[in-house]
C-alpha cells in the first residue's frame, strides 16, 4: 500500500501557497494540530504559524481535526487561536473530515486536509475524497523519541509524483 499525497511539502505548514491552492479550486482547510500547526501538546503557535494561519483564515474555511483527546488541551488551544477543533476525530477515520465539510458547506474535491502523519491524516485525507497536502514536521522539543521515529517510519509509505 503506498499512500500519496496530492502535495508534499518539503518545509513545514507556513511553506504552503496558499494562493496556489485557491487557484486550485480549494475552498476549505481542514489542518491537522500537533506537529502541523502547533509543537506538541504546547498551546504555543509561533508567530510564523498564526501570520499563515491568519492569512488563511481570510481565503478559505478553515478548522482543526486532531486525534488528541486532552479536552482540556484542546479548549487552550481553542482560545489561544479562536478556531474550530474536532478533538478525538480517530484520523484516518472519515468522520471528522465529514462532520467539518457538512459545517463547511463544501463538496470533497474542495477540501485540502494537512498533516505531517501519512497513516493518519493523509490516509483519512484520502479516503474521505480530499485533497491531501503532508507537511514537514513543527520543531518537536516534547516529543518522545519513539514517536519521532514512528514518524520516520510512516514515511517509507509515500512514494513521490
Ligand atoms: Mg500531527
Do not use: C
Not at 65 to 92: C, Q, T
Amino acid at each position: 500500500m503506498f499512500l500519496k499525497p496530492d502535495y508534499l511539502i518539503a518545509g513545514d505548514i507556513t511553506d504552503i501557497d496558499l494562493d496556489l491552492l485557491e487557484q486550485a479550486g480549494i475552498k476549505g482547510l481542514i489542518l491537522d494540530l500537533d506537529s502541523t500547526l502547533i509543537a506538541p501538546h504546547s498551546a504555543f503557535i509561533s508567530n510564523q504559524a498564526l501570520a499563515w494561519l491568519n492569512l488563511a483564515r481570510k481565503k478559505f474555511h478553515v478548522a482543526v481535526a486532531s486525534n488528541n483527546k486532552n479536552e482540556v488541551y484542546l479548549d487552550k488551544v481553542r482560545e489561544l487561536l479562536n478556531i474550530r477543533i474536532v478533538g478525538k476525530a480517530k484520523k484516518p477515520s472519515r468522520k471528522a473530515f465529514h462532520r467539518l465539510m457538512e459545517e463547511f458547506g463544501l463538496k470533497a474535491e474542495q477540501i485540502a486536509v494537512i498533516g505531517d502523519r501519512p497513516l493518519t491524516d493523509i490516509w483519512g485525507g484520502r479516503r474521505a475524497g480530499m485533497k491531501t497536502i503532508l507537511v514537514g514536521t513543527l520543531h518537536t522539543m516534547n516529543e518522545p523519541a519513539w514517536k519521532t521515529k514512528m514518524r520516520l517510519l510512516e514515511r517509507v509509505f509515500i512514494r513521490p509524483n
